[in-house]
């Protein structure tokens, strides 16, 4: 058994996820419910959660805001949220789960799957990657972005990507300092992670960062040739909104 605490302070919605739990997730055992971050900051080290079930905007306390007050954080986190555009970003970059409100039991069990699949090793880093984004939102090129591997979580800035190569279903990304990561992730998933103006899926196998185009070499889809003369194709049907953008880029 899991033990969880529900955080969320609309009644309606926590009573509603209590029962999705106690119906569709046995393994889960609810120790409590907190209907504000400050009786959350009381309850946790008293109730000692292996599972935190977090509402993202609250009254008084944010979901994040709790998160920066707690001197310690020994448990996984599944945000839960309205459709926020801003929210969500942060959440993903920093490789965390979220079901977004009304919760559906059919996601629900998705995210308490992938949760018993996992282990807290990269924990921190992934909280850090977090609040470090929620500081940091007004200066994209401090924006950082929590990248699994095999052996946990690389925190990258998300400026020094150059482009990302799919590789199955792992994905090779290359920095601009020439180190290259292989991430535990498909590359749909790393473009809807990287979800920003200046990532362009240029082909089905890679995903660039614009930042980084040097010119474009004619072709039936042609190349991209991108920092230190690193050459990369570019599918038929994406040559159109390639050209597009990069004729709009600012000098």
Sequence with gaps: MIRALIIDDEKHCSDSLLWQL????????IAGVCNSGEMALQQIPALHPQLVFLDVVMPGMSGFELLEKLPTIDFDIIFTTAFDQYALRAIKLGALDYLVKPVDKDELRVAIDKLMQKTKFGLPKQIAALLTHIRQSNDPSFQKVALPTLHGYELVPIQDIVFCESSSNYTNI?????????????LKEIEELLDMANFFRV?????VNLQYAARYIKGEGGSLILHNDISVPVSRNKKDALLKLITHLSV
């Design 22 to 29: 106690k119906q569709f997730c046995p393994e889960i055992e």
């Design 174 to 186: 290359q920095l601009n300092n020439g180190k290259k990561l292989l991430i535990s992730r498909t």
């Design 203 to 207: 082909h089905n196998s890679f995903l």
